[in-house]
C-alpha cells in the first residue's frame, strides 16, 4: 500500500532530511515535494538534492507543479502570464488573467522546460495536480478562455466564434483542451521513464473536465485520482458521501483502464473537533479498495498559517492513526 503525505515551503535540505525521517518514522512510504515556478527558477539543484535524500530517507517522491500556470492547484505564486502575456488567460469579457493558457504554445514549451528538470530528479511520479481552466470561488460569471489561441481554435474546430456565454459546445471544447494538454505532458514523462498521475478536481468545481473517462483512458496516465475536501462547517454525512462517492467513482475508473487508483485526504484547515472526519475519509477510501492513500499537508499544515488546522498535531496523529489502521485492514484482506 501507498502512504504519503505532501511537503512544502523547505528548501533547506539539512532540515528536509529531519522531516524525511519523521515522516517515514510516522509510517509513510511516500512523499509528495512540491515544484513550483519558484523552484524551477531558484532552487533545480536543491529539489534535486531534497528529493534524493527523501530516497535516501526511504520515500518514493511524487512531485507536482504547483501553481504553475495556476493551470495546476497550490499556493504558490506564478508569473508566467504577467512575463508573457501571449500565454495568458483571457475571460470571456476580454479581461487578461493571471494564468497560463493550457492551448498556448509557450505554456506548453514551459511545460516541457519543468518536466525535464523534475524527471532528472529522482522521482517516480509526476503528479498532475487538479489541471482546470481559470475560476475564482464566488465569481460564476467568470469564463475562460477568450485568448487569440482559444479563440483560433475554437473557430477551427467549430466555425464558430466563442460564445458570450458558456454553452455545452464550449464545454466540450474546454474539456478537448484539457486532454490535449495532458495527452502532451504525460507522453513527455512517461519519455522520461516516469509514472504520470493526475489528480481531479471533485466535479463541483467548474474545472472545464467533466468526463473523467477521457482522462483515464490517456495512454500514459498511469494513476488517477481525486481530493474531494470538506469545507468549513461540513457535516460528517456530507464528508462520508463525498467520499464515498468520489472513491467509488475513482475506484471504478482505474479498474476500467487498468490504472492504479489514488485519493487524497484533507488534512488542512481543520476544525477543532472534526479531526476524526479525516479517520473517516481514509478508512472510506480504503474500504472501496484504493491502496494509494496521501494526504495534504505534514503536521496538519501547520507551518502555513493560511492552511494551517486549529490543532494541527492531532489531525497528524489521527492521519498517522487512520494510516495505520488501512494499512492493517489491507494486510488482512
Ligand atoms: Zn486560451
Given at each position: 500500500m ?11 535540505p ?5 522531516d ?12 509528495l ?11 533545480p539543484?536543491t ?5 534524493a535524500?527523501s530516497n ?8 507536482n507543479?504547483w ?5 495546476f ?5 506564478s508569473e508566467?502570464a504577467?512575463?508573457?502575456s501571449?500565454?495568458a ?5 476580454g479581461?487578461?488573467l ?7 504554445t ?6 516541457s522546460?519543468w ?8 522521482i ?5 495536480d ?9 465569481k460564476p460569471?467568470l469564463?475562460?478562455c477568450?485568448?487569440?489561441v ?7 474546430q ?6 458570450k456565454?458558456?454553452d455545452?459546445e464550449f ?10 494538454f495532458?495527452?502532451?505532458?504525460t507522453?513527455q514523462?512517461?519519455?522520461?521513464g ?6 481531479l478536481?471533485p466535479p463541483?468545481?467548474?474545472a472545464?473536465?467533466e ?7 490517456l495512454p500514459?496516465?498511469d ?5 474531494p475536501y470538506?469545507e ?17 467513482k ?9 490504472k492504479?487508483?489514488?485519493?487524497w485526504i ?8 472534526t479531526?476524526?472526519?479525516?479517520k ?19 503536521l ?7 492552511l ?6 492531532l ?5 498517522i492513526?487512520a494510516f ?10
Amino acid at each position: 500500500m501507498k502512504i504519503g503525505i505532501s511537503y512544502f515551503g523547505v528548501r533547506n535540505p539539512e532540515w528536509v532530511r529531519k522531516d524525511m525521517k519523521a515522516i517515514k518514522e510516522a509510517g509513510f512510504n511516500c512523499v509528495l515535494h512540491t515544484f513550483a515556478e519558484e523552484d524551477l527558477q531558484y532552487y533545480p539543484q536543491t529539489m534535486k538534492e531534497i528529493i534524493a535524500l527523501s530516497n535516501e530517507e526511504g520515500l518514493k517522491v511524487y512531485v507536482n507543479p504547483w501553481g504553475v500556470g495556476r493551470v495546476f492547484g497550490g499556493e504558490a505564486y506564478s508569473e508566467l502570464a504577467a512575463r508573457n502575456s501571449e500565454m495568458a488567460q483571457v475571460s470571456l469579457e476580454g479581461k487578461p488573467l493571471v494564468a497560463a493558457c493550457p492551448n498556448s504554445t509557450f505554456f506548453r514549451s514551459y511545460i516541457s522546460e519543468w518536466i525535464e528538470a523534475a524527471c532528472k530528479c529522482d522521482i517516480e511520479t509526476v503528479f498532475w495536480d487538479e489541471p482546470h481552466f481559470y475560476f475564482e470561488k464566488g465569481k460564476p460569471e467568470l469564463h475562460t478562455c477568450g485568448c487569440k489561441v482559444c479563440s483560433e481554435q475554437y473557430r477551427e474546430q467549430t466555425g464558430k466564434e466563442i460564445p458570450k456565454v458558456p454553452d455545452d459546445e464550449f464545454k466540450a471544447f474546454k474539456q478537448r483542451s484539457l486532454i490535449s494538454f495532458l495527452a502532451f505532458a504525460t507522453e513527455q514523462v512517461h519519455k522520461f521513464g516516469k509514472r504520470n498521475s493526475i489528480c481531479l478536481l471533485p466535479p463541483w468545481f467548474p474545472a472545464g473536465l467533466e468526463n473523467w473517462d477521457e482522462v483515464a483512458s490517456l495512454p500514459f496516465v498511469d494513476e488517477i485520482g481525486s481530493d474531494p475536501y470538506w469545507e468549513k462547517g461540513d457535516s460528517l454525512e456530507k464528508v462520508q458521501k463525498m467520499y464515498g462517492e468520489t472513491s467509488e467513482k475513482i475506484a471504478n475508473l482505474a479498474k476500467k483502464h487498468g490504472k492504479e487508483a489514488q485519493m487524497w485526504i484533507k488534512n488542512y484547515h481543520i476544525e477543532a473537533g472534526t479531526e476524526h472526519f479525516a479517520k473517516e475519509a481514509t478508512e472510506i477510501a480504503s474500504r472501496a479498495g484504493i491502496k494509494n492513500i496521501f494526504a495534504w499537508s505534514y503536521l496538519g499544515s501547520k507551518y502555513m498559517d493560511y492552511l494551517r488546522s486549529e490543532n494541527p498535531e492531532l489531525v497528524w496523529k489521527t492521519q498517522i492513526k487512520a494510516f495505520s489502521l488501512a494499512k492493517a485492514r489491507n494486510f488482512s484482506v
